[in-house]
């Protein structure tokens, strides 16, 4: 998705950034570091903005190094966001803890309030639907299941990659790649 | 070359203009190696030719890769670099196609809803969505 909408905006001054979550690294995918992702890769791409290089120095002088806190970082989101098009793809939102979850939502929809052509992608599970809803109560609703094309081209690519061909006849080969997606196409 | 870039350059952004001299002395290579600082993204002409002038105003910057590791630990362009390695070409490629994905990605409209929500089960393939 990312891939496709950096293609999509080549030569456009669109900014494309990406997030994902995962179950085993809930711990550092608070919200402070999920939008200090975002925020790092928009700044990264040209000069560090003067304000925020004035924020680091200052923290340096404190003890540990304090990092920005989520409001600092949704303000700053605010600015960014609202002087040019930018594009929020985060995958598999279910993977990240419920309460960062929540804290995530709820600073994105902090920003889209500012900046209404900030368009954000979220990938999940089915059961994260109605939180959401919640916070983005018109969000497009998009159903994802592999087609039968989807599966003959994997099922193709890990047969021909079979590490020991000899050990299938032909039909063997084309019972798989006529069964195996008839039977998923009706799960 | 250099100096007909410089005079894009100060066309498309007159801000830039006094950093004329400084893109004059850009070669090819330092141009490329500024391509690196872009991350994950795509800028206009205007935006790359920006960052490139600004790499050789700064030297090696120390500062700006401390401030980068600063604002989040995170690493999502490794995770990304991985995906495209597993994704099959083709696959999932219908997504792109649906109302649902072109009116989101397409229209510059405020009144469009802002949030896409791609759902489905487990291994279902929404990660590898190209």
Redesign the interface.
Known sequence: ??????D?????????????C?FLAQQ??ST??????I???L??????PEH??EA?RK?RKEFG?R??RPPDMVDILKTITSLE?V?VCI??LDELAPKHRRELLKS?QEI?RVS???????????Y??DE?AEF?S??????????R??IR??LK?RLDGDTTPKAMDDKLRADIMRVIPEKISEM | MSQERSQILQAHDPRLSHKKEEFRKLTLAEMLSGRQHVIGNVNSFNALNYNNIVNINAGPDAERQQIIQWLSPLEPQQRHKGVQTGRLDGVGNWVLETNEFRKWCDTEDSCVEPVLFCYGNPGVGKTYLR
């Open positions: 998705m990312i891939d496709s909408l950096c999509q905006v080549a030569g456009k001054d669109i900014a494309v950034v990406g997030l994902y995962d550092e995918q402070a570091n999920m939008l200090g992702a925020l790092k890769q700044v990264s791409r040209g000069e560090i925020i290089r680091f923290s190094s990092r920005l098009r594009f995958d598999a994105l889209v209404p052509n900030m368009r954000t992608l979220l990938t999940g599970r089915p994260i639907d959401i983005f018109g969000a497009i609703r998009l159903p994802v299941a592999p087609t094309n989807d081209s994997y690519m």
